[in-house]
């Protein structure tokens, strides 16, 4: 039996509680919020679980195996840290940490403690995302060329972070999963109109192998779209994760060039074949990452989103918001 506190009951704190709660071979023994009302809430829903309000409590619980930390990004790293020097395996919500070092520092820490971390990269167990990276594995794209993202709406306005911090990590962390090159450069602009924090911003990234990848996040679109497109050489993908009937479409359309005696005689001739939409797992993508994290800690085995997953995130995050204030500078990695 895996025992799971949880640190932070407001808005996606009880969406985990209820997964790890639901899950067989685990049990959640502790909640932890400061504010009176959540823990209010929590105790009606789960009249056996542990209350508090006092953070040192949960993390020093000794019916506690595991701990997740679901609160804002800049506080991640001490309560992070905490529970892994209470011998505890952590889950932290997304992202890792609010810079590259406090991640390094928390990695190093679960190594030599043979603890899991675990970074909540939600949208890499949808079935969405695990499908696109099964056509991407099983060669159906071809070479990969290009990845192009959009997460906009209007609001909602975070105080702590900007639109970069708050919207692209699920971005970076599903092209992290899906593109197996590295990337080598950032270049990002962006504008604030309102509290001080940047609430639109592009960004691109350059891969080796003439990969491509560019996020547009916005906290002032008039519409919600969440739309990612992914050209390959073979075929090429449009996942709509608004469409609730067919959320990944497959086109098999591209590009073809016949060399001829010189540059000048390049023949260009474009393909359109059929498109077609494959069926999608339609589990939860929380309560699959749940099961899966609990099975890591039972079998001792290291996540495939684990700190060194999320640091590569953040390491992304940190240079998109170091161009962000020099205008768009390049900044590599």
Not at 41 to 57: C, F, L, M, N
Not at 130 to 154: A, E, H, M, P
Request: aromatic share 8%; with cysteine; charged share 25%.
């Amino acid at each position: 039996m895996i025992r799971i506190g949880v640190i932070g009951y407001g808005y996606w704190g009880p969406h985990l509680v209820r997964n790890f709660h639901n899950l067989e071979g685990c049990e959640v023994t502790v909640v932890c919020d400061k504010n009176g009302e959540a823990l209010r809430r929590a105790k009606r829903a789960y009249p056996s679980v542990q209350v508090t309000s006092d953070i040192g409590e949960a993390l020093s619980a000794t019916n506690v195996d595991a701990m997740a930390v679901v609160t804002p990004v800049w506080t991640h790293f001490e309560l992070a840290k905490a529970a892994l020097e209470n011998g505890k395996h952590v889950f932290v919500e997304k992202p890792f940490t609010s810079n590259a070092a406090q991640a390094e520092q928390l990695i190093d820490l679960a190594d030599k403690k043979n603890l899991q971390i675990m970074v909540d990269h939600t949208f890499l167990f949808t079935g969405a995302v695990r499908k696109i990276r099964q056509l991407i594995d099983d060669g159906d794209l071809g070479k990969l060329y290009y990845y192009d993202s959009t997460r906009v709406n209007l609001g909602l306005f975070q105080h702590d972070v900007n639109v970069i911090w708050d919207l692209a990590p699920h971005d970076l962390s599903i092209m992290d999963h899906l593109i197996k090159g590295k990337p080598e450069t950032v270049i990002a602009t962006g504008e604030r109109h309102f509290n001080g924090l940047e609430d639109l911003a592009y960004i691109t990234i350059y891969f080796r192998d003439s990969i491509i990848a560019h996020i547009n996040v916005n906290w002032l679109s008039p519409v919600k779209v969440r739309t990612t497109l992914i050209g390959g050489e073979k075929k090429m993908v449009v996942w709509n994760d608004l469409d609730a009937d067919e959320k990944v479409k497959v086109y098999d359309k591209g590009v073809e060039m016949t060399n001829g005696k010189g540059v000048y005689e390049l023949l260009v001739s474009y393909r359109s074949g059929d498109m077609w939409a494959p069926k999608i797992d339609q589990t939860e993508a929380l309560g699959a990452e749940t099961k899966y994290f609990v099975d890591c800690i039972s079998r001792n085995e290291r996540p495939f989103n684990d700190g060194i997953a999320g640091l590569r995130v953040v390491k992304m995050l940190e240079a998109a918001d170091k161009s962000l204030k020099e205008r768009g500078k390049p900044i590599n990695l």
